[in-house]
Each structure stands twice: as structure tokens, then as C-alpha cells.
């Protein structure tokens, strides 16, 4: 696995990058070689967060968490990511390899798996062009997490969402 370790508003310690890699391998068996881990730390005032974002064969596995110090942090996230991955393993494992998932997890452990995915709702959305901010300031009036629209810029369909830091993101898709 090809990991990159990040800091922002710090610059990670080589142990902090020793202790990551030694997580990480525990990850790294239900990926193998080809994956890409990217280990972000971020020093806020009262905690320190970390969040991993791991991609292989397409997927896409994410997590995020906050603690006190960054070990900790990061701790917490790789059992994030582990219990994504048992979450979701039937899934996870058709992406995967066949079988490599009930080879690595313990078996004393329950898993409570999820049921197929239902759609309870479908609604249709008129995109009309516009810009970034127009999207944002229509999100917020609607008091939503995101809002989808056509880039008036890009003439393409983008998404803007609200962030857990009190930002917002904007997706825009790559074919």
C-alpha cells in the first residue's frame, strides 16, 4: 500500500508517520499492494484530528476522527475503517478478493451486517445553471447538507455540501 502522510498547520513527526505505517499494515491486508492511503493530520486549538482516505480497485474508504492527541487519532480511524469494512463486508468483498475478508476478521466478534440497500425516496431535480455561490446561498435557503446544480462555468453537474468544519465542499465530477 503506498501511504502519503499529510500535515496541515503542523508537520507530522517521524514517529507520528512510524506509528501510522504500523496501523495502517493492519489495514493494508484487505487491500494488498495496490491501494493509496492518504493520512491528513490537522493541529486544532483543543484537539488534533486525522483522517484517512484509502482508494483501491475504484472504492473509496473514508474516515475521520478527533481526539486529544494524534495517536489517538489515528487509532480511532483505522478501527473506523475496520469497522466500515466489517459493516459492509458481503459488499466490500465482492469489490475485493472472494473470501479475503472472513480470512483476516476474527471470528468471535459479531458483525452486524447491513441489509440491502433501500431507496425510500426518489425526487427529481430541475438543474438550471449556476454559480457556485448562487448554489450555496440556494442550500442554505432550503436549509440542507447539499445541493446539487448545473456549473454555469463548467456546464457540468456538481454538488456543494455543507462541512463538518463549518465549510463547504464542492464535488465535481472526473469521467
Known amino acids: 500500500m503506498k501511504i502519503t502522510i ?9 514517529s507520528f508517520k512510524a506509528h501510522a505505517e504500523k496501523k495502517l499494515a493492519k489495514v493494508e491486508r484487505f487491500f494488498g499492494d495496490d491501494a493509496e492511503a492518504k493520512v491528513t493530520a490537522t493541529v486544532e486549538k483543543s484537539s488534533q484530528t486525522v ?3 484509502i482508494v483501491n480497485s475504484g472504492m473509496i474508504f473514508r474516515a ?3 481526539a486529544e492527541n ?3 487519532a489515528l487509532d480511532k480511524c483505522v478501527d473506523s475503517l475496520v469497522r466500515q469494512i466489517r459493516k459492509n463486508k458481503t459488499r466490500v468483498e465482492k469489490k475485493l478478493r472472494n473470501g479475503v475478508i472472513d480470512d483476516l476478521l476474527p471470528a468471535d466478534e459479531p458483525i452486524a451486517e447491513e441489509e440491502d440497500f433501500e431507496v425510500v425516496r426518489t425526487k427529481t431535480v430541475q438543474l438550471k445553471p449556476q454559480s457556485v455561490e448562487e448554489a450555496i446561498l440556494q442550500m442554505n435557503l432550503l436549509d440542507h447538507q447539499f445541493y446539487v446544480f448545473l456549473n454555469a462555468e463548467t456546464n457540468a453537474v456538481n ?3 455543507k462541512r463538518s ?3 463547504y465542499g464542492l464535488i465535481e465530477p472526473e469521467i
Not at 500535515?7 to 517521524?14: I, L, T, V, Y
Open 165 to 167: 468544519d463549518s465549510g
Open 64 to 66: 475521520q476522527e478527533r
Open 51 to 53: 483522517e484517512i482516505t
Open 6 to 14: 499529510l500535515g496541515r498547520k503542523c508537520s507530522p513527526r517521524e
Open 159 to 161: 454538488v456543494v455540501y
Open 70 to 72: 494524534m495517536n489517538e
